[in-house]
Nanobody
């Protein structure tokens, strides 16, 4: 019912920046908590960041990305973004945006997912 589409991934060198975008279908986009998760081959899905619903400006970051990544959203454009700076090889993963009703760092609390966008960081 709700479709999320990510874009902006790519192959970059360590230290570079990327900005990921996620555009959602549907009305009242602001009602959803929006988050970013990532998954590397053979690894468990990992929390990256999340943004609270409505006009709540609360944000939450995994320790591994704090100070390097920034989440933002534009409810009028049904979009959420992830600005990634100072990328490291260990950031290599498929990045997914997700929507849900609970402000959480657990992927199990999100019911809507995008198809993912690949981010590869070379050393």
């Amino acid at each position: 019912q709700v479709q999320l589409v990510e874009s902006g991934g790519g192959l970059v060198q360590a230290g570079a920046s990327l900005r990921l975008s996620c555009v959602a279908s549907g009305r009242t986009f602001g009602r959803y908590v929006m988050g970013w998760f990532r998954q590397a081959p053979g690894k468990e899905r990992e929390f990256v960041s999340t943004s609270a619903a409505w006009s709540d400006t609360s944000t939450w970051y995994a320790d591994s990305v704090k100070g390097r990544f920034t989440i933002s959203r534009d409810n009028a454009r049904n979009s959420v973004y992830l600005q990634m700076n100072s990328l490291r090889p260990e950031d290599t993963a498929v990045y997914y945006c997700a929507g849900g009703n609970t402000y959480s760092n657990s992927y199990r609390e999100y019911g809507y997912w995008g198809q993912g966008t690949q981010v590869t960081v070379s050393s």
